[in-house]
């Protein structure tokens, strides 16, 4: 039984499979994942597991070099913006519409849902190298 990081297998099978500059994409609960993309979906109910619990365990099992969020988080979920913002200092973010970053859901490796139910709580994780 694995002892440290990311227990869920599907998760933990995606970060193993990850090359540098491959994209990760951590979700809430009404983004619309397109058909030809992996999802896993780790929500149990609405709230339920929060954007923020997911996006901290993952980064503690993947090497990311960057993220992007929607500009809409700034204004629409401010309290969430700032806590990535000030928690994650030292990853570069960069910024685009909401319906830019839903056009490259198709390039992501794996989507994960979570059960966040506030708006805007979606970031692409781009993979990083060890070395």
Known sequence: ???????NRDIAAILARLGHTDKVVIADCGLPIPEETP???VSIKQGYPRFGTV????????EVES???ANEIKAYNESLYE???????????SYQSHEELKDELKQAKAIIRTGENTPFANVILQAGVIF
Not at 83 to 93: D, N, S, V, W
């Open 1 to 7: 039984m694995k002892k440290h990081g990311v227990l």
């Open 39 to 41: 999802c896993i979906d």
């Open 55 to 62: 996006l901290e365990a993952i980064l503690e099992d993947m």
């Open 67 to 69: 993220m992007t969020l």
């Open 83 to 93: 806590q990535i913002r000030e928690t994650y200092k030292e990853i570069p973010i």
